[in-house]
Protein backbone atom coordinates (compact mmCIF):
# COMPACT_ATOMS: atom_id res chain seq x y z
CA UNK A 1 0.00 0.00 0.00
CA UNK A 2 0.94 3.39 -0.72
CA UNK A 3 0.36 6.77 1.67
CA UNK A 4 1.43 9.94 1.51
CA UNK A 5 2.20 12.23 4.88
CA UNK A 6 2.12 16.14 4.29
CA UNK A 7 4.55 17.13 7.51
CA UNK A 8 2.48 20.69 7.65
CA UNK A 9 -1.02 21.47 7.57
CA UNK A 10 -0.31 25.05 7.38
CA UNK A 11 3.16 27.15 6.25
CA UNK A 12 3.53 30.70 6.67
CA UNK A 13 5.96 32.72 5.18
CA UNK A 14 6.24 36.70 3.90
CA UNK A 15 6.85 37.24 0.76
CA UNK A 16 10.01 36.95 -0.74
CA UNK A 17 10.89 34.73 1.80
CA UNK A 18 11.64 30.94 1.20
CA UNK A 19 8.98 28.18 0.54
CA UNK A 20 9.26 24.33 2.45
CA UNK A 21 6.64 22.44 2.03
CA UNK A 22 7.30 18.73 3.18
CA UNK A 23 6.26 15.27 1.86
CA UNK A 24 7.13 11.87 2.76
CA UNK A 25 5.90 8.82 1.43
CA UNK A 26 5.73 4.81 1.17
CA UNK A 27 5.30 2.80 -1.57
CA UNK A 28 5.92 -0.80 -2.24
CA UNK A 29 7.34 -0.27 -5.82
CA UNK A 30 9.28 2.56 -7.95
CA UNK A 31 6.68 5.41 -7.50
CA UNK A 32 5.69 8.62 -9.76
CA UNK A 33 5.36 11.80 -7.26
CA UNK A 34 3.01 15.05 -8.32
CA UNK A 35 2.71 18.27 -6.31
CA UNK A 36 -0.91 20.04 -7.05
CA UNK A 37 -2.01 23.14 -6.38
CA UNK A 38 -5.59 24.53 -5.36
CA UNK A 39 -6.36 27.58 -4.83
CA UNK A 40 -10.42 28.44 -3.01
CA UNK A 41 -12.93 27.23 -4.92
CA UNK A 42 -10.77 25.69 -8.09
CA UNK A 43 -9.75 22.70 -9.08
CA UNK A 44 -6.21 20.96 -9.31
CA UNK A 45 -2.95 22.26 -11.00
CA UNK A 46 -0.19 20.32 -11.57
CA UNK A 47 2.99 21.84 -10.60
CA UNK A 48 5.88 19.42 -11.62
CA UNK A 49 6.19 15.41 -11.33
CA UNK A 50 9.14 12.94 -10.69
CA UNK A 51 8.55 9.76 -12.89
CA UNK A 52 12.10 7.83 -12.52
CA UNK A 53 14.00 10.54 -14.17
CA UNK A 54 16.46 13.51 -13.00
CA UNK A 55 15.71 13.75 -9.04
CA UNK A 56 15.92 17.38 -8.91
CA UNK A 57 12.42 18.31 -10.69
CA UNK A 58 11.73 21.89 -11.75
CA UNK A 59 7.86 22.82 -12.40
CA UNK A 60 6.29 25.41 -12.84
CA UNK A 61 6.00 29.21 -11.78
CA UNK A 62 9.15 28.40 -9.82
CA UNK A 63 8.81 25.70 -7.57
CA UNK A 64 11.12 22.72 -7.91
CA UNK A 65 10.99 19.45 -5.86
CA UNK A 66 13.70 17.16 -5.23
CA UNK A 67 13.33 13.24 -4.62
CA UNK A 68 15.14 11.67 -1.88
CA UNK A 69 15.22 8.25 -2.02
CA UNK A 70 16.70 7.56 1.12
CA UNK A 71 14.56 9.67 2.92
CA UNK A 72 11.69 8.90 1.26
CA UNK A 73 10.72 12.35 0.42
CA UNK A 74 9.63 14.81 -1.75
CA UNK A 75 9.43 18.23 -0.65
CA UNK A 76 8.90 21.34 -2.64
CA UNK A 77 10.38 24.60 -2.47
CA UNK A 78 10.38 28.15 -4.24
CA UNK A 79 13.35 30.35 -3.52
CA UNK A 80 11.04 33.25 -3.29
CA UNK A 81 7.03 33.36 -1.93
CA UNK A 82 4.86 35.48 -3.89
CA UNK A 83 1.02 36.69 -2.67
CA UNK A 84 -0.24 34.86 -5.53
CA UNK A 85 1.27 31.30 -4.53
CA UNK A 86 -1.11 31.62 -1.42
CA UNK A 87 -2.92 28.22 -1.69
CA UNK A 88 -3.56 24.50 -1.10
CA UNK A 89 -1.07 22.41 -1.94
CA UNK A 90 -1.26 18.33 -2.38
CA UNK A 91 1.70 15.82 -2.63
CA UNK A 92 0.45 13.05 -4.44
CA UNK A 93 2.09 9.67 -5.04
CA UNK A 94 0.83 7.55 -7.55
CA UNK A 95 1.97 3.70 -8.53
CA UNK A 96 1.60 0.89 -11.15
CA UNK A 97 2.64 -1.93 -8.58
CA UNK A 98 -0.65 -4.03 -9.84
CA UNK A 99 -0.09 -2.11 -13.82
CA UNK A 100 -3.13 0.04 -12.18
CA UNK A 101 -2.02 3.49 -11.46
CA UNK A 102 -3.52 4.65 -7.77
CA UNK A 103 -3.40 8.57 -7.17
CA UNK A 104 -2.96 8.40 -3.11
CA UNK A 105 -3.42 12.48 -1.56
CA UNK A 106 -1.51 13.97 1.06
CA UNK A 107 -4.07 15.91 3.27
CA UNK A 108 -2.60 19.10 2.12
CA UNK A 109 -0.73 21.77 3.21
CA UNK A 110 -2.49 25.50 3.30
CA UNK A 111 0.62 28.01 2.25
CA UNK A 112 -0.20 31.70 3.68
CA UNK A 113 2.07 34.44 2.56
CA UNK A 114 2.26 37.67 3.98
CA UNK A 115 3.08 41.12 2.38
CA UNK B 1 -1.53 20.66 -22.19
CA UNK B 2 -4.52 17.81 -21.49
CA UNK B 3 -8.16 20.09 -20.76
CA UNK B 4 -10.40 18.45 -18.28
CA UNK B 5 -13.90 20.70 -18.46
CA UNK B 6 -15.77 20.19 -15.28
CA UNK B 7 -19.76 21.85 -15.47
CA UNK B 8 -20.93 23.60 -13.83
CA UNK B 9 -18.89 24.95 -11.34
CA UNK B 10 -21.43 25.61 -8.76
CA UNK B 11 -25.27 24.62 -8.20
CA UNK B 12 -27.50 24.67 -5.61
CA UNK B 13 -30.50 22.44 -5.16
CA UNK B 14 -33.31 21.50 -2.82
CA UNK B 15 -33.31 18.52 -0.96
CA UNK B 16 -34.64 15.21 -2.64
CA UNK B 17 -34.05 16.70 -6.42
CA UNK B 18 -30.97 15.44 -8.36
CA UNK B 19 -28.51 16.74 -9.38
CA UNK B 20 -25.73 15.63 -12.70
CA UNK B 21 -22.23 16.62 -13.09
CA UNK B 22 -20.52 16.30 -15.94
CA UNK B 23 -16.61 16.03 -16.86
CA UNK B 24 -15.45 16.37 -20.42
CA UNK B 25 -12.25 15.88 -21.97
CA UNK B 26 -11.72 18.28 -23.82
CA UNK B 27 -8.32 17.59 -26.50
CA UNK B 28 -7.89 13.97 -25.51
CA UNK B 29 -9.86 10.78 -24.93
CA UNK B 30 -9.89 9.20 -21.64
CA UNK B 31 -10.98 6.21 -21.01
CA UNK B 32 -10.56 6.04 -17.38
CA UNK B 33 -11.88 9.21 -15.12
CA UNK B 34 -11.90 9.80 -11.68
CA UNK B 35 -14.64 11.15 -9.42
CA UNK B 36 -13.63 12.68 -6.09
CA UNK B 37 -15.01 14.48 -3.25
CA UNK B 38 -13.53 16.75 -1.08
CA UNK B 39 -14.54 18.12 2.29
CA UNK B 40 -13.80 21.44 3.79
CA UNK B 41 -10.22 21.61 4.80
CA UNK B 42 -9.82 17.93 3.78
CA UNK B 43 -8.00 16.16 1.24
CA UNK B 44 -9.51 14.69 -1.78
CA UNK B 45 -10.99 11.07 -1.39
CA UNK B 46 -11.92 9.08 -4.03
CA UNK B 47 -15.23 8.02 -4.86
CA UNK B 48 -15.05 6.19 -7.92
CA UNK B 49 -13.39 5.17 -11.15
CA UNK B 50 -15.44 5.27 -14.48
CA UNK B 51 -14.12 3.57 -17.37
CA UNK B 52 -15.65 4.31 -20.62
CA UNK B 53 -18.26 1.69 -22.09
CA UNK B 54 -18.60 -0.59 -18.59
CA UNK B 55 -19.35 -0.24 -15.00
CA UNK B 56 -17.83 2.57 -12.12
CA UNK B 57 -15.78 0.97 -9.41
CA UNK B 58 -16.92 2.46 -6.26
CA UNK B 59 -14.87 3.00 -3.62
CA UNK B 60 -15.45 1.15 -0.38
CA UNK B 61 -18.51 3.19 1.37
CA UNK B 62 -19.64 5.56 -1.26
CA UNK B 63 -22.88 4.44 -2.34
CA UNK B 64 -23.29 3.68 -5.78
CA UNK B 65 -27.23 4.11 -5.97
CA UNK B 66 -26.90 7.53 -4.74
CA UNK B 67 -23.58 8.55 -7.02
CA UNK B 68 -24.40 7.28 -10.46
CA UNK B 69 -21.59 7.51 -13.12
CA UNK B 70 -21.86 7.61 -16.81
CA UNK B 71 -18.98 6.85 -18.87
CA UNK B 72 -20.85 6.89 -22.47
CA UNK B 73 -17.88 8.10 -24.59
CA UNK B 74 -14.20 8.56 -24.49
CA UNK B 75 -14.89 12.42 -23.83
CA UNK B 76 -17.44 12.31 -21.38
CA UNK B 77 -18.18 11.07 -17.91
CA UNK B 78 -20.86 12.40 -15.55
CA UNK B 79 -21.60 11.77 -12.11
CA UNK B 80 -25.52 11.96 -10.79
CA UNK B 81 -26.49 12.70 -7.43
CA UNK B 82 -29.59 11.32 -6.56
CA UNK B 83 -32.18 12.31 -4.02
CA UNK B 84 -29.85 15.03 -2.43
CA UNK B 85 -29.65 15.58 1.04
CA UNK B 86 -27.53 18.73 3.01
CA UNK B 87 -24.62 16.36 3.91
CA UNK B 88 -24.37 15.65 -0.01
CA UNK B 89 -23.08 19.28 -0.01
CA UNK B 90 -19.02 19.02 -0.94
CA UNK B 91 -16.85 19.87 -3.63
CA UNK B 92 -16.63 17.29 -6.12
CA UNK B 93 -13.98 16.96 -8.66
CA UNK B 94 -12.75 14.82 -11.58
CA UNK B 95 -9.54 13.57 -13.21
CA UNK B 96 -8.70 12.00 -16.53
CA UNK B 97 -6.09 10.08 -16.60
CA UNK B 98 -3.50 10.87 -18.89
CA UNK B 99 -1.14 8.13 -19.56
CA UNK B 100 0.19 5.59 -17.44
CA UNK B 101 0.13 7.45 -14.43
CA UNK B 102 -0.77 10.78 -14.75
CA UNK B 103 -4.07 12.61 -14.64
CA UNK B 104 -5.51 16.19 -15.23
CA UNK B 105 -8.49 17.61 -13.05
CA UNK B 106 -11.72 19.29 -13.61
CA UNK B 107 -12.04 22.73 -12.04
CA UNK B 108 -14.48 20.93 -9.32
CA UNK B 109 -17.95 21.45 -8.46
CA UNK B 110 -19.29 23.34 -5.64
CA UNK B 111 -22.68 21.55 -4.56
CA UNK B 112 -25.07 23.24 -2.28
CA UNK B 113 -28.22 20.90 -0.86
CA UNK B 114 -30.67 23.19 0.61
Known amino acids: AQSVTQLDSHVSVSEGTPVLLRCNYS??????LFWYVQHPNKGLQLLLK??????LVKGINGFEAEFKKSETSFHLTKPSAHMSDAAEYFC?????????????FGKGTMLLVSP | GAVVSQHPSRVICKSGTSVKIECRSLDFQATTMFWYRQFPKKSLMLMAT?????????EQGVEKDKFLINHASLTLSTLTVTSAHPEDSSFYICSARVGPDEAFFGQGTRLTVV
Open chain 2, 50 to 58: SNEGSKATY
Open chain 1, 50 to 55: YTSAAT
Open chain 1, 92 to 104: VVSDLASGYSTLT
Open chain 1, 27 to 32: SSYSPS
